[in-house]
Structures are given as structure tokens and as C-alpha cells.
């Protein structure tokens, strides 16, 4: 789960970061009350959106005076703002963070991760704060310094220092840097945060070190033990199919491609999609019914699935185990004969109850078409939707 900048920023706060003062306003009418709780003239002005790219799309505007102030809160509440990591059809504005200006000496990046691919606690510090990461990474691999941790609960006095090295400050700002190093990581693990990221993380010209901005996303699993975190989710800033799906508790990620995928078990999801791939195809989404699923919820997953408007076929793919393959097979059925399905289906069953489930299909007299296993399911849906 991903927050805005204002609310990650207080989260910092809380644990002791140095933030800007600011205020979230959500309408125009908030603009002359909030502002008054700023001591600054001169304002940053920042649309609040689950994207990076803002500045360059035009979400962040600098204003001298409540004047331009107020022009800029008419501009940006209730546009449609497009960044590379938006997509085309870009994010919509719902609130803006008012905040007082700093004076920059030198910009930095910092962030602090659950890195999968060692399972280890990792923080990233460059010298290159201010831009994307990403490309600093492709251009000038050097610049950025990993620090894996040792043991996700201690952080050692040198892991603080390779984390600090690359920025080469005084004495008074590497205590400071320590400090906030120690901050973040006490955020990642009493919140079960995947992500902390400060870019830019700032020397000021007073010497003093602020996070200039604020990104923090969070292990969805982990939110029912954080009901204060789960509070802060914008579902304005989510896919509503995906919402759509987590009512029924089902897994559900929308891709880009044209063939619609569902399975029950993480595993054998990646192995679908990759099988499509393999024969030529794309996977549409990526939709998981859990061991467990009843008819209503197989049901409800067919119609999300054919809620996306790219899918022209659909590749069930079943190990029934704790899930019974009739269960599927009536779940398939019921969905089908109440919405008119009019786009091929290819079913592959094993396990228990797999002959009842295939005879439930058969019976239907639907066109839904069986296969002897992934191979077979995967060229025929390819097939059929060339």
C-alpha cells in the first residue's frame, strides 16, 4: 500500500525526522484558513498523487504570494496530471501540500528497503538526490552505495558509516544523518513498511538535514496489525477492479496483455503467465482465487477478469487441493450463464474431484473448452485469440 508525501511525512515526523511544515488542503475554501498556519510568504505548492515525476509534469509550483497561490490550487485541484510513472491515462488531483520553502546547500538520496532478492534489510545512499534513481543506477552505477544489513532489528555504528560515506559532511551533519538513519529504520520495521524513500534528502543552508520529500508503501499482509496505517489508504489512487477484488478477497493485478489468467496459488499464477508468454501471448492480469474459493467467489473473479476491456480469452488454470475442481467447474458455469460469456475459456482441472468438475463443464453445454494439461491449455487459448 502506497501513501502520499504529506502522510509520510508525518510518519517521519513522529519518529523523530526533520520535515518542512506544512499543511494538506483538499479544496479551495480550505486555502485561506490552512494558510495562516504557515509563517512563510512564499509557498511550495504540491499536488498530492501516487506517482514521482510531479515537478516535471507540472505538480509543483513555487508561489511568492497568496495571489499566485490560490492561481496555482485552481490550476492544480481536479487535474489530470501525467508522469512517466502515471501512464497515459495519468492520476487525477484530489489534494494539494502547502508547504514552507528551504534553503537548499546540497541535495542527497536515501532510502531504506526490503530487498527480496537477498532477504536482507538494504539502504541505498547516493550523492544524486533530485532525480530518478533508476536512471542514476543505468548511467553511473558508482554513485550509488548498498548497505545490506546485517540483522533486520540491530543497525551497527558501521553500517551507519558506510551509509553516510558517500556524502563526505561535517562532524555536526553526520550525527544529524545518523540520527535520521536510525529514524527511518525504526519506521521500515514497528510499521512492517517494504519502502522508505527520501529524494531529496537536503543540507540546508544552516546545516541542517531535512527530508524534502517523502515516500513510504507498506506490506498490504502486515496492515491489519496497523489499523492507523490502513486508515491512510486513497482508494482515488487505486485500480477500482483491484478494489473491486480485494472485497472478495482475491488477489488481482491487471497487466497489459489480451489473455485473462485465473488460478489458486501464487505459484502456479507465475507459471501460467509465463507458459503464456512462452507460446506467444500476453497475460492480462495476474488473479489468484486463494485454496479455498467458494462458487460466489469463482464467480466474482470471472467477472473482474472480464472487466477488463483487452481480454479476449480466459485461461483457468485449477489444482485442487483444498479447492475442489466441481466447486470451480459450478463457479465457471453459474458466472458464465448470468453474464452471457461470448469470449473463449479453456479450463484445465486436476486433482480432487477433477472428473466431477469436468463433467459439470461438459453438461453445461457452454463453450468452454477443456485440456489434458498447462501445455494444451496454454497453445489452445493462444490460439483462439490470435
Same mark, same amino acid.
Given at each position: 500500500?502506497?501513501?502520499?508525501?504529506?502522510?509520510a511525512?508525518?510518519?517521519?515526523?513522529?519518529?523523530?525526522?526533520?520535515?518542512?511544515?506544512?499543511?494538506?488542503?483538499?479544496?479551495?475554501?480550505?486555502?485561506d484558513?490552512?494558510?495562516?498556519?504557515?509563517?512563510?510568504?512564499?509557498?511550495?505548492?504540491?499536488?498530492?498523487?501516487?506517482?514521482?515525476?510531479?515537478?516535471?509534469a507540472?505538480?509543483? #509550483? +513555487?508561489?511568492?504570494?497568496?495571489? %499566485?497561490?490560490?492561481?496555482?490550487? *485552481? =490550476?492544480?485541484?481536479? !487535474?489530470?496530471? @501525467?508522469? $512517466?510513472?502515471?501512464?497515459?491515462?495519468?492520476?487525477?488531483?484530489?489534494?494539494?501540500?502547502?508547504?514552507?520553502?528551504?534553503?537548499i546547500?546540497?541535495e542527497?538520496?536515501?532510502?531504506?528497503?526490503?530487498?527480496?532478492?537477498?532477504?536482507?534489510i538494504?539502504?541505498?545512499?547516493?550523492?544524486?538526490?533530485?532525480?530518478?534513481?533508476?536512471?542514476?543506477?543505468?548511467?553511473?552505477?558508482? #554513485? +550509488?552505495?548498498?548497505?545490506?544489513? %546485517?540483522?533486520?532489528?540491530?543497525? *551497527? =555504528?558501521?553500517?551507519? !558509516?558506510?551509509? @553516510?560515506? $558517500?556524502?563526505?559532511?561535517?562532524?555536526?551533519?553526520?550525527?544529524?544523518?545518523?540520527?535520521?538513519?536510525?529514524?527511518?529504520?525504526?519506521?521500515?520495521?514497528?510499521?512492517?513498511?517494504?519502502?522508505?524513500?527520501?529524494?531529496?534528502?537536503?543540507?540546508?543552508?544552516?546545516?541542517?538535514?531535512?527530508?524534502?520529500?517523502?515516500?513510504?508503501?507498506?506490506?498490504?499482509?502486515?496492515?491489519? #496489525?496497523?489499523?492507523?496505517?490502513?486508515?491512510?489508504?486513497?482508494?482515488?489512487?487505486? =485500480?477500482?477492479?483491484?478494489?473491486?477484488?480485494?472485497?472478495?478477497?482475491?488477489?488481482?493485478?491487471?497487466?497489459?496483455?489480451?489473455?485473462?489468467?485465473?488460478?489458486?496459488?501464487?505459484?502456479?499464477?507465475?507459471?501460467?503467465?509465463?507458459?503464456?508468454?512462452?507460446?506467444?501471448?500476453?497475460?492480462?492480469?495476474f488473479?489468484?482465487?486463494?485454496?479455498?474459493?467458494?462458487?460466489?467467489?469463482?464467480?466474482?473473479?470471472?467477472?473482474?477478469?472480464?472487466?477488463?476491456?483487452?481480454?479476449?480469452?480466459?485461461?483457468?488454470?485449477?489444482?485442487?487441493?483444498?479447492?475442489?475442481?466441481?466447486?470451480?467447474?459450478?463457479?465457471?458455469?453459474?458466472?458464465?450463464?448470468?453474464?452471457?460469456?461470448?469470449?473463449?475459456?479453456?479450463?484445465?482441472?486436476?486433482g480432487?474431484?477433477?472428473?466431477?468438475?469436468?463433467?459439470?463443464?461438459?453438461?453445461?453445454?457452454?463453450?468452454?473448452?477443456?485440456?489434458?494439461?498447462?501445455?494444451?491449455?496454454?497453445?489452445?487459448i493462444?490460439e483462439?485469440?490470435?
Open positions: 500500500m502506497n501513501i502520499h508525501e504529506h502522510q511525512k508525518e510518519i517521519l515526523k513522529k519518529f523523530g525526522a526533520n520535515v518542512p511544515h506544512g499543511v494538506v488542503v483538499y479544496s479551495l475554501d480550505e486555502v484558513q490552512k494558510i495562516q498556519l504557515l509563517k512563510s510568504k512564499k509557498i511550495i505548492v504540491k499536488a498530492q498523487i501516487h506517482a514521482g515525476g510531479r515537478g516535471k507540472g505538480g509543483i #509550483k +513555487i508561489a511568492n504570494n497568496i495571489d %499566485e497561490l490560490k492561481g496555482y490550487a *485552481k =490550476d492544480l485541484l481536479g !487535474k489530470i496530471l @501525467i508522469t $512517466p510513472q502515471t501512464g497515459p491515462k495519468g492520476k487525477k488531483v484530489q489534494r494539494l501540500y502547502l508547504e514552507e520553502p528551504a534553503d546547500l546540497k542527497f538520496y536515501l532510502s531504506c528497503l526490503v530487498d527480496r532478492s537477498n532477504s536482507k538494504t539502504f541505498i545512499s547516493s550523492t544524486e538526490g533530485g532525480v530518478n534513481i533508476e536512471e542514476v543506477a543505468k548511467k553511473n552505477p558508482n #554513485k +550509488i552505495t548498498k548497505v545490506k544489513l %546485517e540483522s533486520s532489528k540491530i543497525l *551497527k =555504528d558501521e553500517e551507519i !558509516k558506510e551509509i @553516510i560515506n $558517500p556524502f563526505k559532511v561535517s562532524e555536526n551533519l553526520i550525527k544529524q544523518l545518523s540520527n535520521l538513519i536510525k529514524s527511518i529504520h525504526k519506521v521500515l520495521i514497528e510499521t512492517d513498511a517494504s519502502l522508505i524513500e527520501i529524494n531529496p534528502l537536503i543540507v540546508t543552508k544552516d546545516e541542517k538535514i531535512v527530508c524534502l520529500d517523502a515516500k513510504i508503501s507498506f506490506d498490504d499482509n502486515a496492515l491489519y #496489525k496497523h489499523p492507523e496505517i490502513a486508515s491512510l489508504r486513497d482508494l482515488n489512487e487505486e =485500480d477500482p477492479i483491484e478494489i473491486e477484488a480485494r472485497k472478495y478477497d482475491l488477489a488481482y493485478i491487471k497487466l497489459n496483455g489480451k489473455i485473462g489468467c485465473m488460478v489458486n496459488g501464487a505459484g502456479l499464477a507465475m507459471a501460467t503467465m509465463d507458459i503464456i508468454k512462452l507460446y506467444g501471448s500476453e497475460p492480462a492480469n488473479l489468484d482465487v486463494g485454496g479455498g474459493a467458494s462458487k460466489e467467489k469463482v464467480s466474482a473473479a470471472i467477472k473482474i477478469i472480464l472487466s477488463d476491456k483487452n481480454v479476449k480469452g480466459i485461461l483457468i488454470n485449477i489444482f485442487g487441493g483444498i479447492m475442489r475442481c466441481d466447486v470451480l467447474a459450478q463457479g465457471v458455469v453459474d458466472a458464465a450463464r448470468q453474464i452471457n460469456l461470448s469470449i473463449p475459456v479453456v479450463v484445465r482441472l486436476a480432487t474431484n477433477v472428473e466431477k468438475g469436468k463433467e459439470i463443464l461438459k453438461k453445461s453445454n457452454l463453450k468452454i473448452i477443456s485440456a489434458k494439461n498447462l501445455s494444451d491449455a496454454a497453445k489452445k493462444v483462439i485469440t490470435k
